[in-house]
């Protein structure tokens, strides 16, 4: 597969200016063109580079098309131009960066396990424990393991590292790739966080809560996290043949120095539950699992997606970005209805809360402190109140994706849903007769 500047970037504007940072960068070599003289230099021409190279050409789609992630460095292929001799532009430097995809092209794409603890306990009859499992397995393609694997535990054995596994539940997600970290950063991170966003939501779907310990002096150590990230620190992959490939030797030995006691131990580690006890979550959250997997594929992609940031949401302990991150969720999904002005997200957002008169009275003052917030960083007039409400805001729409009121199978679709929803009757049915006669007259003619 060849690596080539998209269609418009093919000018001498752009391409001048991509050969002037290669230029530069390769200036940077020694006489051998192997040793960086300014590593500080050097950085800043690679991030500069980077950019130009992910945005400009079709690298991305390329490796994502193959399933690898990158495993090359561009310092590799400019010392290679540099020993050479070969002219520095972009023409010689796609050239050898197409070598390195056709190398990799040659490699075989394999099946992973990703194995992930995480701290959630089941209090669950045997039934719904194994309604869970299949719910979970259905929309995430997760599985609920109750034990690693005896292989896993007997390479492991006496290893301290295996114990952040254990008294945890535990959770495998199988992916293929020619490599296993291209799986890790474009799935199985997103579908984990996403999971576990979702039992976040069924636990705190509507919810207003204030964790705030007003005992303590200094305010800038409070935790405003509505949960505690549960997911722990640690991965363990292995193959299609079931052997271990991650972590390495060495990995383990490093570990084995700083994992001490107080980090395999749960004691004062917040554990979430799924129960059935009074105001339990089990049946909101297999309310939402089995929504999920009636999604389309699209459409489950991007409800991914915003569980992902709810879950950065309410894990953040700042916060000021714990509403913000509440906030990106409420303006992602309404601009699938495409670009937004201010006044049109507050308008739309204002008469999607009508049933609330107090909730939509507070959208254009919550809008003012987003804007704030971006634009000036001014984060200490966020409250804890201004939070909730974005939370329940997000809430809201996160729901209308997951069980909208007509069947959508794609963005386009929720777009044009979107774009109507705000509409009274009235509103709707009018636009239903202009809408039935533009279709009649485009049929006539």
């Not at 005896?150 to 020619?178: D, M, P, Q």
């Not at 700083?258 to 749960?266: A, E, K, R, Y």
Request: aromatic content about 10%.
């Amino acid at each position: 597969m060849r690596i080539v500047l998209k269609s418009e970037y093919q000018c001498k504007k752009y391409i001048d200016e991509i050969n002037k940072i290669i230029q530069e960068y390769i200036r940077l070599f020694d006489s051998a063109c192997n040793t960086i003289k300014d590593i500080q230099q050097q950085e800043i021409l690679e991030a500069i580079l980077d950019h130009y190279i992910t945005q400009m050409t079709n690298l991305t789609k390329v490796l994502n098309s193959l399933k690898s992630w990158r495993n090359f460095e561009y310092m590799d292929i400019l010392s290679e131009m540099c020993r050479n001799g070969m002219q520095p532009n972009i023409d010689n430097f796609l050239s050898l960066l197409s070598s390195r995809i056709n190398e990799i092209e040659e490699k075989p794409i394999e099946e992973f396990n990703f194995y992930i603890p995480v701290r959630v306990d089941l209090e669950l009859e045997d039934t719904e424990e194994s309604r869970l499992k299949k719910a979970a397995e259905n929309a995430f393609g997760i599985e609920i393991v109750d034990s690693l694997p005896s292989n896993i535990l007997e390479a492991y054995k006496g290893r301290k590292y295996i114990e952040l596994f254990s008294e945890r539940l535990i959770l495998k997600v199988s992916k293929r790739g020619r490599d296993y970290i291209f799986p890790f950063e474009n799935s199985v991170k997103t579908l984990i966080k996403a999971f576990i966003g979702a039992i976040g939501l069924s636990s705190l779907l509507f919810s207003f809560i204030q964790q705030v310990d007003f005992s303590k002096v200094d305010t800038s150590h409070w935790d405003y996290s509505l949960r505690r990230n549960p997911i722990e620190e640690a991965l363990i992959i292995t193959n299609k043949k079931s052997e271990v490939i991650f972590p390495p030797e060495r990995f383990i030995q490093q570990c084995d120095a700083w994992i001490d006691h107080d980090s395999i131990s749960l004691i004062g580690k917040d554990i979430w539950t799924i129960h059935n006890r009074p105001h339990g979550n089990f049946e909101t959250l297999m309310d939402i699992l089995e929504k999920i997997s009636q999604l389309s594929e699209k459409i489950r992609k991007l409800l991914f997606y915003y569980l992902d940031i709810y879950f950065e949401a309410i894990v953040e302990r700042q916060l000021e970005f714990s509403f913000l991150k509440f906030w990106i969720i409420t303006e992602v999904i309404l601009k699938q209805g495409g670009h937004r002005t201010d006044e049109n997200i507050i308008t739309l957002l204002t008469k999607l809360t009508r049933d609330d008169k107090h909730l939509a009275k507070m959208i254009p003052i919550l809008y003012a402190k987003r804007n704030e917030l971006v634009h000036e960083f001014r984060k200490g007039y966020i409250t804890q109140l201004d939070r909730n409400y974005a939370k329940i805001i997000a809430e809201t729409l996160i729901l209308l994706v997951l069980d909208p009121p007509v069947e959508v199978h794609n963005s386009n679709e929720l777009r044009i849903l979107i774009d109507n929803l705000a509409y009274s009757n009235n509103e709707l049915q009018k636009r239903v007769e202009i809408l039935s006669g533009i279709l009649k007259a485009k049929s006539d003619n």
